[in-house]
């Protein structure tokens, strides 16, 4: 029996609710893996700032580090200014875990429809690396003179050999480890010259221990074309923290929607977290039409990650068997309530 400890982040307006299923279906197939997991509940979010105007504490930091993993449901508050807590709970734990991929899987399970007109599961499969702790997301910046008309602001993009080294090191790694046959660098050379040119540089170096693996590069805007167009024509992307922040979503477009996709932020040696991408949704709390595919693929995601691979593997399935029993991915438009759609997850890992 292998013993787990997950922390678990319920956060803000339907995050517990999708967090709920989720760690429902892990405590009634758990035993079946030979796995045993002990939850424990952290009440970081919108909630408790308001109440008492904390973040992250070195109480929280020294709980969630002791974690195995961490499972998120979502962040963010309607009556906290937007930042706030991005900033504060979830760039923190990235940064302070140093938990510097993004992994983002953009899969068109079958059965769920794209908005892209004549593609199907067949041509929407591939996943975005994203460097997770640099770039224009490092909190670099400030201002001079602020709230008069001679104010300026700047924000810096931070970009070091060692990240970028390590982030393209491990899209290689992936590709490999996947079967993945190709690797496309999205950058902006052109206009961002030195920090992207850095990154080019690293990718073609990289490559060089891995022929088997073809390279490809895109400026950020044609990938986002090629994305709607020719979304078949990509098997891995790598880029840094704030292209991969954009493609990302409108990678969840046209993979059926934010229920559905989940992301990682991971740190490959220590303390991960795993969550939903489509936020807190606060004007579906507590009504029970909250789709929760997403945060359950979230697990899934999380116990790949954690060497379960079969246990992950069947849950996909299950989410993928739900999926197409669905009437839409869309909150209140599902068919099922929320509760409803984990018990159908669950029941579809139960008979197998």
Same mark, same amino acid.
């Given at each position: 029996?292998?013993?787990?400890?997950?922390?678990?982040?319920?956060?803000?307006?339907?995050?517990?609710?999708?967090?709920?299923?989720?760690?429902?279906?892990?405590?009634?197939?758990?035993?079946? #893996?030979?796995?045993?997991?002990?939850?424990?509940?952290?009440?970081?979010?919108?909630?408790?700032?308001?109440?008492?105007?904390?973040?992250?504490?070195?109480?929280?930091?020294?709980?969630?580090?002791?974690?195995?993993?961490?499972?998120? $449901?979502?962040?963010?508050?309607?009556? /906290?200014?937007? $930042?706030?807590?991005?900033?504060?709970?979830?760039?923190?734990?990235?940064?302070?875990?140093?938990? #510097?991929?993004?992994?983002?899987?953009?899969?068109?399970?079958?059965?769920?429809?794209?908005?892209?007109?004549?593609?199907?599961?067949?041509?929407?499969?591939?996943?975005?690396?994203?460097?997770?702790?640099?770039?224009? &997301?490092?909190?670099?910046?400030?201002?001079?003179? &602020?709230?008069?008309?001679?104010? /300026?602001?700047?924000?810096?993009?931070?970009?070091?050999?060692?990240?970028?080294?390590?982030?393209?090191? &491990?899209?290689?790694?992936?590709?490999?480890?996947?079967?993945?046959?190709?690797?496309?660098?999205?950058?902006?050379?052109?206009?961002?010259? #030195?920090?992207?040119?850095?990154?080019?540089?690293?990718?073609?170096?990289?490559?060089?221990?891995?022929?088997?693996?073809?390279?490809?590069?895109?400026?950020?805007?044609?990938?986002?074309?090629?994305?709607?167009?020719?979304?078949?024509?990509?098997? /891995?992307?790598?880029?840094?923290?704030?292209? $991969?922040?954009?493609?990302?979503?409108?990678?969840?477009?046209?993979?059926?929607?934010?229920?559905?996709?989940?992301?990682?932020?991971?740190?490959?040696?220590?303390?991960?977290?795993?969550?939903?991408?489509?936020?807190?949704?606060?004007? &579906?709390?507590?009504?029970?039409?909250?789709?929760?595919?997403?945060?359950?693929?979230?697990?899934?995601?999380?116990?790949?990650?954690?060497?379960?691979?079969?246990?992950?593997?069947?849950?996909?399935?299950?989410?993928?068997?739900?999926?197409?029993?669905?009437?839409?991915?869309?909150?209140?438009?599902?068919?099922?309530?929320?509760?409803?759609?984990?018990?159908?997850?669950?029941?579809?890992?139960?008979?197998?």
């Amino acid at each position: 029996m292998k013993n787990y400890n997950i922390s678990l982040l319920g956060g803000d307006g339907t995050g517990p609710e999708v967090l709920i299923e989720a760690v429902k279906i892990l405590e009634k197939t758990q035993s079946a #893996y030979g796995v045993n997991f002990t939850f424990t509940e952290n009440d970081l979010g919108g909630d408790r700032y308001l109440k008492s105007k904390k973040l992250v504490t070195e109480e929280d930091i020294s709980q969630l580090g002791s974690s195995d993993s961490i499972l998120l $449901g979502a962040i963010g508050h309607p009556e /906290v200014k937007p $930042g706030i807590l991005e900033q504060g709970i979830l760039l923190k734990l990235r940064k302070e875990f140093d938990q #510097y991929i993004n992994l983002r899987p953009v899969v068109l399970y079958p059965g769920v429809e794209t908005p892209l007109a004549n593609k199907g599961p067949e041509d929407i499969n591939f996943t975005v690396v994203r460097e997770n702790t640099e770039g224009l &997301y490092a909190g670099a910046g400030g201002y001079i003179h &602020y709230g008069t008309e001679s104010e /300026v602001a700047t924000q810096e993009s931070i970009n070091t050999y060692k990240a970028i080294h390590r982030c393209i090191l &491990y899209a290689f790694e992936y590709a490999r480890n996947n079967n993945r046959k190709k690797i496309t660098l999205c950058a902006k050379t052109n206009v961002l010259t #030195y920090a992207h040119d850095l990154w080019e540089r690293i990718f073609y170096d990289i490559a060089k221990d891995y022929p088997e693996i073809e390279t490809d590069y895109g400026h950020v805007d044609a990938v986002c074309m090629w994305m709607v167009k020719n979304p078949e024509w990509f098997d /891995v992307i790598v880029t840094d923290n704030m292209f $991969g922040d954009i493609i990302t979503d409108l990678g969840a477009m046209i993979q059926g929607g934010m229920g559905i996709a989940a992301g990682g932020n991971i740190n490959p040696n220590g303390v991960s977290m795993f969550e939903p991408i489509g936020g807190s949704a606060p004007k &579906y709390t507590g009504k029970n039409v909250i789709n929760p595919l997403a945060c359950i693929a979230a697990a899934s995601m999380m116990l790949t990650q954690l060497g379960e691979e079969k246990y992950g593997k069947d849950i996909e399935d299950a989410i993928i068997e739900t999926a197409q029993k669905l009437d839409s991915l869309s909150a209140g438009k599902m068919g099922l309530s929320t509760s409803e759609v984990g018990d159908t997850v669950l029941e579809s890992i139960q008979t197998k």
